[in-house]
């Protein structure tokens, strides 16, 4: 009602103040002009509405960043308090981490110098047997160095007769030249492997198969250097891995008779090693 009275009012005053008498045709335009200011009004008043809705919104928004930064303003806080505190025993973690690595490399350096010896020790050894054993060679006899070991290879026609357990002469003669150089390595520990071929074993009496042949040969040998070359048995260990473990696998009469063998496996003590690395 208020902004009816206030155009009434501008409509009086325009037209006392024209001094004439209105036309029909200004009336006209002054009530075409009343229309379009009620219009703007009625615009001016949705655009407040509007704006007042924003800035509620905006308000709204504003009050929960500032709760948000608050938040975050406190979670710095904590981590600038856990840095500090985690810069404060920095210092002490990075000089225990310091002389446990300086350990680590010193216990290391150790394990290196043990097995370089090691290596020294079972070339010498290898170098030694191969003089030691050099007239058994065309019998089918080798010395070589596999995985930090001295295997001597022994064909069975160096050691048996077909079928049999009991050492021949020719095979007593390379085991004491064996036995000269083994009773002077006392820390080397003596493992010896019967193999055989995958023949069938024949009628043998107490030989089953060719297990009982390969660990019955093994033993032969390891008690013939125990009883009659006077190695310690602590020292020595008997297997017999039968036809298992060839090292020729055609089946020709010249490869089963090089997967007939007696290994023996030298090896030397790594006690200190052992130690080490507890």
Known sequence: MKKQHILSAIVV??????????????????VSQKDSLNLGWNNAQTKIISLEETIKTLKADTADLYARIASKTEELE???????????NSSSEINKLSEDLKKREARLKEVEEILRKRDEATNALKDKLQKALLGFTENGLTVEVKNGKVYVSLTDKLL???GSIVIDEKGKQ?????????????????AVEGHTDNQKVGNLGQIKDNWDLSVLRATSV???LKELQAITPERLTATGKGEFQPIELGNTAEARSRNRRIEIVLSPKLDELYDLIK
């Open 78 to 88: 904590g981590l600038n308090k856990n840095y500090a505190s985690l810069s404060s």
């Open 160 to 162: 048996f007769n077909t």
């Open 174 to 190: 390379a085991l004491q030249e064996l036995a000269k150089v083994l009773n002077t390595q006392s820390e080397i520990n003596i």
């Open 222 to 224: 390891v008690r013939y």
């Open 13 to 30: 005053l325009l037209f006392l103040s024209s001094c004439v008498v209105m036309s029909k045709k200004k009336y006209e335009a002054l």
